[in-house]
């Protein structure tokens, strides 16, 4: 492969619009006006199918992370169309964006966002209640999720008590407890040593194996090498939409 990079079709020929669980349809985010304009998305396209296990990737300032904002739901597109499981959620006001991401949507972040006072049950049962799940299912849904990243036996822990590690695996389970149909990953191992790593790349990996769509922004090759596809962004636009972990060793290298 070659160090200059050329654009490629972001949507593939295969993709079947009955299994998409994202879609961004001509896609721009501009930030300033007239001579401060900055096009940080240009006319992007992209579809990730539902059980894809997706890593997004790109230099510094190549639109990745604006990229990540709107797929959240934290931000929304200049123009264009975004669908999430069929839904048109690009013009929509904040209160229907902020119902979507809490119904839809799991977040995990590099900083872990845990309430201090909080046990690690509580912080998992946190999303519930603004979700309106019934209080006598939050205990029971929540333990289910801790013990699925391996803490059945630090359920009362505040997060003082735990390791980053740890610490990630309960941020893991509160994305995970109100069952999203997608789980966003912004940079998770990027507070983690290597070992921690593995660890919390397992836990997705895992998760990926029971069906949940699992789309992370990386700068680590060795972390996005452990998905199953790379979307590699540069200056606004998705260059390469479906590289292979062999395929992005051969790009980061030359």
């Known amino acids: 492969m070659s160090n200059t990079l050329t654009i490629t079709d972001s949507i593939s020929p295969n993709s079947d619009p009955k299994l998409e669980i994202i879609r961004l349809e001509n896609i721009s985010k501009v ?6 304009e900055v096009k940080a998305l240009n006319d992007i396209n992209l579809a990730i199918n539902e059980g894809e296990y997706c890593a997004i990737m790109g230099p510094s300032g ?15 597109p200049s123009s264009g169309n975004y669908y999430l499981d069929n839904l048109n959620v690009a013009k929509m006001n904040d209160e229907d964006l902020a119902h979507i991401r ?4 799991g977040f995990v972040f590099q900083q872990f966002h845990l309430l201090s006072q909080l046990t690690a049950l509580e912080n998992v049962m946190l999303p519930m209640v603004y979700a309106g799940v019934k209080p006598s299912e939050r205990k ?3 333990t289910e999720a801790l013990i699925k990243v391996g803490l059945e036996k630090r359920l009362n822990n505040k997060p003082t008590q735990l390791s980053g590690g740890q610490q990630q695996r309960v941020a893991i389970a509160r994305a995970i407890v109100n069952r999203p149909v997608v789980l966003l990953a912004d940079e998770p191992t990027g507070a983690l040593d290597s070992r921690t790593t593995q660890e919390v790349l397992d836990i997705f990996g895992e998760l990926n194996s029971t069906g949940i ?4 922004v990386t700068h680590e090759t060795e972390v996005a090498s452990q998905t ?7 200056d606004g636009q998705v260059v390469h939409s479906h590289l292979t972990p062999e395929e992005l060793h051969q790009l980061v290298v030359v």
């Open 31 to 36: 930030y300033g006006m007239g001579e401060t």
């Open 62 to 76: 190549s639109g990745k992370s604006t990229a990540m904002n709107i797929i959240g739901c934290l931000d929304r």
């Open 102 to 105: 809490n119904k839809k949507l």
């Open 140 to 142: 029971e849904r929540a």
């Open 213 to 216: 769509t699992v789309v992370m």
């Open 228 to 234: 199953k596809r790379i979307v590699w962004f540069r």
